[in-house]
């Protein structure tokens, strides 16, 4: 899967000179966790709820309800903003979005054609993604195998549902070790106990197995 094809298009957006308290009522309004910035459509900085707070004055201040307003009346976007924040591309890998999420610590990354902001992918549209990716919401039965590094032995595995007739949701591989790992396989089935039993008779080891609804 694709940036793309997971982000949200033509996001709202605002700009550098923006009032602190209009992109305020944005974030309320529409209960964003974050907003990018564009100067002529051109991605120039990203501002979050959290950045509005930072430079918002302290709850403990003595600033009358009238200072404190003006106060906040003078701020901009661009006061609070990050600038040139991590961007990625339309065309990127989910893979390439989460890595770059997880290695610099953001919860969200624009999405640039060029240097003009064509959308927006969020953790939460690769968590989406993943549940997609995984068949979490498909009913059938899910196993987890412990399995060999060995050339064949997923195709191994896979010709023998084939001759039994069962259909793979999804199939993952997570390496324990460089010799051995644990395959997680969703089967579209409910009823699987006969199958399970065979795979043990021909040598698998089948440390779990749950029924998925």
Do not use: C
């Amino acid at each position: 899967m694709f940036v793309k094809d997971r982000m949200t298009a033509s996001p709202v957006t605002t700009t550098e000179t923006t009032p602190i308290l209009e992109a305020g009522e944005i974030f309320r309004k529409n209960n964003f966790a974050r907003l990018p910035v564009v100067r002529d459509g051109k991605l120039v900085g990203i501002i979050t709820q959290e950045d509005i707070l930072k430079v918002s004055p302290s709850a403990a201040t003595t600033l009358s309800v009238w200072e404190l307003n003006y106060v906040l009346s003078k701020l901009q976007v661009k006061d609070a903003m990050t600038k040139n924040p991590f961007a990625i591309r339309p065309e990127a890998t989910l893979e390439e979005a989460a890595l770059l999420m997880r290695e610099k610590e953001v919860g969200a990354l624009p999405v640039v054609d060029g240097d003009r902001l064509v959308g927006i992918i969020t953790e939460s549209d690769i968590f989406d993604a993943f549940l997609d990716l995984m068949g979490l919401r498909q009913t059938g039965t899910r196993l987890t195998i412990d399995m060999e590094d060995r050339i064949g032995a997923i195709a191994d595995l896979t010709e023998f549902l084939k001759t039994r007739g069962v259909s793979i949701i999804s199939l993952a591989l997570f390496h324990r070790t460089t010799e051995k790992g644990e395959l997680v396989l969703r089967l579209d089935s409910p009823n699987t106990e006969s199958l399970v039993e065979e795979l043990k008779t021909k040598g698998y080891k089948i440390s779990h197995v749950a029924k998925w609804n």
